[in-house]
């Protein structure tokens, strides 16, 4: 009778611990795998956005004199560097009008249909003038998770007063824009990495606090018999 009852408490505690166990485990992992996904994605943005105001800022004059001075290849050197940075799959410079003067991208059909069929269009270049860049989370088929950043090309314009002949500052107008496509596939290939762990570690704490309930309930459960039998 003793040994049956021994039994169903020592169950009932495991239960118990086990399930406080997951459960807290789970909301904590939960938590901590979110918020350092949105830690990366963050991070990944600011260093792309970083990267296209750079490239942006680097291809101004090229653009503005494009017709006249024809700075194909000098484009083309700029966006084919961007390209070497690490996850950038492709770079692009369009004009006001959303042509393209530039491209570059990987090694990859997939990549390059994508990019063509999908052209920045002259109306987004207009919003830019409002917006500091515009971003989206894609898919490309056979490619994966694509973070796509937009940004501006800025040039400033200038009024002369014909009194002083001295040049002043009129106002900052948008001539193009650069686009960078960043593969963000790492991020959930850590992710993954974080999710791996917190099972690893939360079976771990699993095993010990089965182990210390079970311990912990027979210490319990036999000091309450032993004093019922004295009793």
Same mark, same amino acid.
């Not at 017709?67 to 083309?76: I, K, M, Q, R």
């Given at each position: ?5 021994? #039994? ?36 990944? $943005? ?13 291809? @101004?004059?090229?653009? =503005? ?7 194909? $290849?000098?484009?083309? !050197? ?6 070497? $940075? ?19 991208? $990987? ?43 937009? =940004? ?9 007063? !014909? ?11 948008? =001539? ?13 290939? @850590? ?11 939360? %079976? ?5 606090? %089965? ?13 309450? #018999? ?6």
């Amino acid at each position: 009778m003793k040994e049956k009852t021994f #039994f169903n408490l020592s169950i009932k505690v495991i239960i118990v611990v086990s399930s406080v166990i997951i459960l807290t485990s789970f909301i904590l992992s939960s938590f901590f795998i979110s918020k350092q996904s949105k830690t990366l994605m963050n991070l990944t $943005e600011q260093r792309v956005t970083v990267l296209a105001e750079s490239f942006a800022n680097s291809s @101004q004059y090229a653009v =503005v004199d494009f017709d006249s001075n024809n700075n194909t $290849e000098f484009l083309y !050197h700029l966006a084919k560097n961007v390209l070497n $940075e690490d996850g950038i799959i492709y770079s692009v410079v369009y004009d006001f009008n959303g042509r393209t003067l530039a491209e570059q991208t $990987e090694v990859n059909d997939y990549i390059k249909k994508y990019v063509r069929t999908t052209p920045v269009d002259k109306n987004l270049i207009k919003i830019l003038e409002n917006n500091k860049s515009q971003k989206d989370i894609l898919v490309i088929s056979n490619v994966g998770k694509v973070m796509d950043i937009v =940004v501006p090309i800025t040039s400033v314009e200038y009024k002369y007063s !014909h009194e002083t002949e001295i040049k002043k500052e009129q106002k900052t107008v948008v =001539v193009g824009a650069v686009r960078l496509g960043v593969d963000i596939s790492k991020i959930d290939y @850590q992710k993954k990495i974080m999710i791996n762990k917190m099972i690893k570690i939360t %079976l771990l704490i699993l095993l010990l606090g %089965l182990i210390f309930s079970f311990v912990f309930s027979k210490i319990i459960i036999s000091s309450y #018999f032993s004093s019922g039998t004295k009793k």
